[in-house]
């Protein structure tokens, strides 16, 4: 077999590269430095000003799928075109039109038409289709490789599980030949919609290399008001990161507790979360800087004595997973305070390495908040624990290796068929 014939894994994804997703970059890098050949298929342009470096060490080639089928006509019309005749047409169509009557959308229009681009452009040497998120690129990995008679995989996630219909996700956990999720919450929820799928757990897990160890000092007790206690937060600005809850909690700290909150991240309740810390009095003891690169994060979670995330259920159901921030904060010696919502209490263990509270609970957070503000050998003894907790259970490299080993088998299996 040449070069040219190398069995390759096609890894689809919603966007890439995104700066909110640097766990896909560094999975991307490390099934890549384990010797898996990627082509990473993107159903979405890049929108973020800036990349994390990790994304300039990524070797794989990105193909883009017509974002909006009216934006390529002549590309879906010609893989239409091509593909209407294979074996695998007639299946994909009835399968779809069943999706169709149940999800009558126009994002379900699409995923066909992305889907029909996708097989019809696969290079010969992909041998397997893998995909990150259950939702909508899951559907149109699916779609593809039904027509393409190719096998999918799955990796899953938070809003993908918690916002899609039963019907769908066991469907697809039905007829994928594997998925793998980050936390055990999903694990079990997924399993419990379809006991003969082979669902299993794959943390993130972090690259310690990215995050070396602080020589952090002890920090402000919030006593004096030219030492404020700095407190920072990473996440998107939407319903689920409990935002709003977050700056009722720091407008019933103690006048005399001195402090300052530092958040990264954009969303679509940027304008309206600023306008509610300003109704608040807090506009000068917050900072908004929008979404930053890795080396900006790394330098915030330097200069923070505490990191605080008040995660909850959002109406829609969306909801975190684990998200990847909080085993950042902890490499950096941070204590966390956070909320028992989803997975996160799978590292956050009460009193250890940080505290958790209930969400949407303004007054219980701001309590979590000034005990851990005031007391700065506290926090170093959690920020200890913190480090220790993320090195030991969460290191990248046990998931990396599970998740190559599944997929080489994969390939391999895919690549015996097809001789």
């Known amino acids: 077999m040449g070069q040219a014939e190398t069995p390759k894994i096609a890894l689809v994804l919603k966007g890439y590269p995104r700066l909110s997703e640097t766990f896909i970059a560094q999975e991307i890098f490390g099934l890549e430095q ?16 800036a990349t994390h470096p990790i994304h300039g060490q990524i070797k794989a080639s990105v193909r883009y799928l017509p974002e909006y089928l009216y934006q390529e006509p002549l590309r879906v019309i010609r893989a239409w075109w091509q593909v209407r ?14 999706d169709l009557r149940r999800d009558l959308t126009a994002n379900r229009i699409r995923r066909f038409g992305q889907a029909l681009v996708l097989a019809a ?37 938070a809003k993908d599980i918690w916002t899609s219909p039963d019907w769908e996700l066991k469907e697809k956990l039905d007829d994928c030949r594997w998925l793998t999720t980050c936390t055990r919450a999903n694990q079990q929820h997924l399993a419990a919609l ?60 103690p006048a005399d507790l001195h402090w300052r909150y530092v958040h990264i991240g954009k969303g679509t309740l940027s304008d309206q979360l600023k306008e509610r810390a300003n109704e608040l009095g807090l506009a000068d003891r917050i900072e908004w800087r929008g979404a930053q690169p890795h080396d900006k994060v790394l330098a915030a979670y330097r200069d923070a004595d505490l990191f605080v ?67 700065p050998e506290r926090r170093r003894t959690m920020g200890l624990n913190a480090r220790r907790v993320v090195l030991e259970r969460f290191s990248m490299e046990p998931g990396l290796d599970q998740l190559a080993t599944r997929l080489r088998g994969e390939i391999d299996a895919a690549s015996k068929q097809a001789a």
């Not at 384990?34 to 000003?49: A, C, K």
């Open 85 to 98: 005749r294979w074996p695998g047409y007639a299946a994909l169509r009835s399968l779809w039109l069943k």
């Open 309 to 375: 995330m008040a995660s909850r259920i959002a109406d829609d159901g969306d909801r975190d997973g684990l998200p990847n921030v909080l085993m950042e904060a902890g490499s950096q010696e941070l204590p966390v305070i956070s909320t028992k919502v989803s997975a996160v209490p799978e590292l956050i263990a009460q009193g250890e390495n940080g505290l958790l509270v209930s969400p949407d609970d303004a007054n219980e957070l701001a309590s979590a908040i000034e005990q851990l503000a005031r007391d």
């Open 34 to 49: 384990r010797g898996l050949p990627i082509e990473i298929v993107s159903l979405r342009h890049p929108y973020d000003p």
């Open 194 to 253: 379809s006991p003969t799928a082979d669902v299993f757990l794959t943390y993130h897990g972090l690259d310690a290399a990215r995050f070396p160890k602080i020589d952090r000092s002890l920090g402000s007790n919030g006593s004096h008001l030219d030492q404020p206690v700095n407190m920072v937060g990473v996440a998107r600005l939407v319903a689920k990161k409990g935002l709003d809850t977050l700056l009722d909690a720091l407008a019933r700290l």
């Open 121 to 157: 452009e696969l290079p010969v040497s992909i041998r397997l289709l893998y995909v990150h998120y259950l939702h909508t690129p899951t559907s149109v990995g699916r779609y593809a490789a039904l027509l393409a008679g190719l096998p999918y995989s799955v990796s899953a996630h």
